[in-house]
């Protein structure tokens, strides 16, 4: 059975840093593209960012870029998010997602919430 | 930024009803490789989203086939034949032909 499971949010002030992480199981995790994808309380799904199987493709959505960066270790089965200069903005669930065309698995979600 | 614009933003059904949601993309969402990146997606609520159809038309493994894609280009539909109690929550076009992954607005089904 294929899992994904988020851990490392919390509440955290405005300006500060905080790492997500993804431990998947169930399926080969080197052999697949992965995503991030967060929702605002109330509202609609957005793309954070993609990384594909072996590191080589990043991409950032223009709202995160040069804050977020995405990463994974094959080894351990998991896929990361370091979130820097964190903003009020940046409050959402964080769902993780494989693949990135037809992202068919997700996680249950990561609350982060930035507030002073 | 491709923009996907679904209707209605709220639906109404009683159990039994066949349902319909439109998503229009303001570019082509065919690729140059022969594919057409549209996906729908539902969140139940208090629920993590979950895929039902892929590349406009493939339904997911385990998804009941009551539900169905259709459409091309800038022109999507998701139908629900006969809505079931289950099939509550908001449904999201997704679009993965265009850089950045685009999702629309949702629709939310409620069950009369």
């Known amino acids: 059975e294929v899992q994904l499971v988020e851990s490392g949010g919390g509440l955290v002030q405005p300006g500060r840093s905080l790492k997500l992480s993804c431990l998947a199981s169930?399926?080969?995790?080197?052999?697949?593209?992965m995503n991030w994808i967060r929702q605002a309380p109330g509202k609609g799904l957005e793309w954070v960012a993609s990384?594909?199987?072996?590191?080589?493709?990043?991409y950032y959505a223009d709202t995160v870029k040069g804050r977020f960066t995405i990463s994974r270790d094959n080894a351990k089965n998991t896929l990361y998010l370091q979130m820097t200069s964190l903003r009020s903005e940046d409050t959402a669930l964080y769902y993780c997602?494989?693949?990135?065309?037809?992202?068919?698995?997700w996680g249950q979600g990561v609350m982060v919430t930035v507030s002073s | 930024d491709v923009v996907l614009t679904q209707t209605p933003p709220t639906l109404s059904a009683t159990i039994g009803q066949s349902v319909s949601i439109s998503c229009r993309s303001s570019?082509?969402?065919?690729?140059?490789?022969?594919?057409?990146?549209l996906n729908w997606l539902l969140q139940r609520p208090g629920q993590s989203p979950q895929l039902l159809i892929y590349?406009?038309?493939n339904l997911e493994s385990g998804v009941p086939n009551r539900f169905s894609g259709s459409g091309s280009e800038t022109d999507f539909t998701l139908k629900i034949s006969g809505v079931e109690a289950e099939d509550l929550g908001v449904y999201y076009c997704?679009?993965?032909?265009?850089?950045?992954?685009?999702f629309g607005s949702g629709t939310k089904l409620e069950i009369k």
């Open positions: 590349s406009v038309s």
């Open positions: 997602a494989r693949r990135g065309t037809v992202p068919d698995y």
């Open positions: 990384i594909s199987s072996s590191s080589s493709y990043i």
């Open positions: 570019q082509s969402l065919l690729d140059s490789d022969g594919d057409t990146y």
């Open positions: 169930g399926f080969t995790f080197s052999n697949y593209g």
């Open positions: 997704m679009q993965a032909t265009h850089a950045p992954l685009t």
